[in-house]
C-alpha cells in the first residue's frame, strides 16, 4: 500500500464548477500537507501548503486537512480553464537524513470551457 | 535567477548504455533531491541529499547512483540502462532541512527513453 494515495482521474468538468480533489495518507509523522500544479511538460510548482488541521484559503484555492481521517483536499472555485493541470498532493516526511517529500499520484484535471 | 537547472532535456540511450543526469541549483538550499514521474504514479523518490556530502535512498534507488558534488550540484547516474528507466526525471531542491521549509523547487524535467 503507498504511503498517499490519490486518484488520478481525469476529472473534467465545466468552466465555473467548484472542483474537488482530495488524497489520504497512512503515515501518522507526516508534519506538512502540500498541493502542487504542474502544467503539460512542466515542473510541479507549489500552490499551497498547511502544517494543522483545518482550511487555508488562497483566493480561488482552499486546502483542507483532516489529520484523525489522515485526509487532505483541495477545492477550487469558479474553475478556469487555465486550471487544467495536474494537481499533485505532496506530505512532508521528517525522515532521518532530512525531510522528504512524499507525493501523490497527481490527478489530472481539464476545464472545459 | 535560474533557480534549478536540468541537463540535457531530452536523451535516448540503448539498453546496456550509461548516462549522468546534471542538476545545479543557485537559491543556496541544502538539500536536493532526484525523482522520477511515469503515468498514474506520480513522483517518486529516487534518491536525495539532506546537506553537502550526505545521500541516501529513496523509495526506488535500484539502477541508479547520486553524487553530491557540492553543495550547488547533485548528478544522477544510470550505469546500465533498461528499458524500465523510461521516465521524465526531475530535480527539486526545498528550501530547508525542517519541517517548516519544505517548498521544493523543481527544475524542467529530463525525458529519457531507453531504447
Known amino acids: 500500500q503507498k504511503e498517499v494515495e490519490q486518484d488520478p482521474g481525469p476529472l473534467s468538468v465545466p468552466e465555473g464548477a467548484i472542483v474537488s480533489l482530495n488524497c489520504t495518507y497512512s503515515?501518522?509523522?507526516?508534519?506538512?500537507f502540500m498541493w502542487y500544479r504542474q502544467y503539460s511538460r512542466k515542473g510541479p510548482e507549489l500552490l499551497m501548503y498547511?502544517?494543522?488541521?483545518g482550511n487555508k484559503e488562497d483566493g480561488r484555492f482552499t486546502a483542507q486537512v483532516d489529520k484523525s481521517s489522515k485526509y487532505i483536499s483541495l477545492f477550487i472555485r469558479d474553475s478556469q480553464p487555465s486550471d487544467s493541470a495536474t494537481y499533485l498532493c505532496?506530505?512532508?516526511?521528517?525522515?532521518?537524513?532530512?525531510?522528504?517529500?512524499?507525493f501523490g499520484a497527481g490527478t489530472i484535471l481539464r476545464v472545459k470551457s | 535567477n535560474a533557480g534549478v537547472t536540468q541537463t540535457p532535456k531530452f536523451q535516448v540511450l540503448k539498453t546496456g548504455q550509461s548516462m549522468t543526469l546534471q542538476c545545479a541549483q543557485d537559491?543556496?538550499?541544502?538539500?536536493m533531491y532526484w525523482y522520477r514521474q511515469d503515468p498514474g504514479m506520480g513522483l517518486r523518490l529516487i534518491y536525495y541529499s539532506a546537506s553537502e556530502g550526505t545521500t541516501d535512498k529513496g523509495e526506488v534507488p535500484n539502477g541508479y547512483n547520486v553524487s553530491r558534488l557540492n553543495k550547488r550540484e547533485f548528478s544522477l547516474r544510470l550505469e546500465s540502462a533498461a528499458p524500465s528507466q523510461t521516465s521524465v526525471y526531475f530535480c527539486a531542491s526545498p528550501t530547508g532541512n525542517s519541517a517548516w521549509n519544505t517548498e521544493a523547487f523543481f527544475g524542467q524535467g529530463t525525458r529519457l527513453t531507453v531504447v
Open positions: 537559491m543556496n538550499h541544502n538539500s
Open positions: 505532496a506530505m512532508s516526511d521528517p525522515g532521518e537524513y532530512g525531510n522528504k517529500l512524499v
Open positions: 498547511t502544517y494543522s488541521s
Open positions: 503515515n501518522s509523522a507526516f508534519q506538512y
